[in-house]
């Protein structure tokens, strides 16, 4: 879990992060089951803490990977997760996140990222949630 220097949705709208899979694949297709579910378990946790540590309305997921077709290596699987706040700055609520182009200057430093305390109380908030019973069991069922 990740929170980029460079969010594509602003704190102020909710937030942003992104989980990344270890061992790079383009497509979650490629994932075997246990990877699919262990994926499924961590972002579930890293959503509810969204809700629990930023206080945000809403969560969206979104797996994204566009901007990387022309990479040398291709696209690499891995979850956008965006928070939506009740009061939107950039965003209009209600309505999907809205993302200009790649380049676009709204990219460039004017989004503001969480912050580090944040961080912290998110990593600490999803290493309890994984030990609630659902998470244990899906730990189970992936076999980890």
């Known amino acids: 879990m990740i929170a980029p220097e460079f969010p594509l949705n602003c704190r102020d709208d909710g937030g942003h992060l992104i989980l990344l899979k270890k061992e790079p694949v383009t497509d979650r297709s490629?994932?075997?089951?246990?990877?699919?579910?262990?994926?499924?378990?961590?972002?579930?946790?890293?959503?509810?803490?969204?809700?629990?540590?930023?206080?945000?309305?809403?969560?969206?997921?979104?797996?994204l990977g566009n901007w990387s077709l022309d990479d040398p290596g291709g696209p690499k699987m891995h979850l956008h997760f965006f928070g939506r706040a009740r009061e939107q700055v950039?965003?209009?609520?209600?309505?999907?996140?809205?993302?200009?182009p790649?380049?676009?200057?709204?990219?460039?430093?004017?989004?503001?990222?969480?912050?580090?305390?944040?961080?912290?109380?998110?990593?600490?908030?999803?290493?309890?949630?994984?030990?609630?019973?659902?998470?244990l069991h899906m730990a189970a069922f992936a076999e980890l």
């Open 90 to 100: 950039h965003q209009t609520r209600g309505q999907h996140i809205s993302l200009p």
């Open 30 to 63: 490629e994932l075997t089951y246990q990877e699919a579910v262990d994926f499924m378990r961590i972002s579930m946790a890293v959503g509810r803490a969204m809700y629990d540590v930023l206080g945000i309305e809403r969560m969206n997921y979104e797996d």
């Open 102 to 135: 790649k380049d676009h200057p709204i990219y460039k430093g004017h989004l503001k990222p969480i912050n580090d305390e944040e961080i912290r109380a998110l990593r600490t908030r999803v290493l309890e949630i994984l030990t609630e019973p659902k998470y």
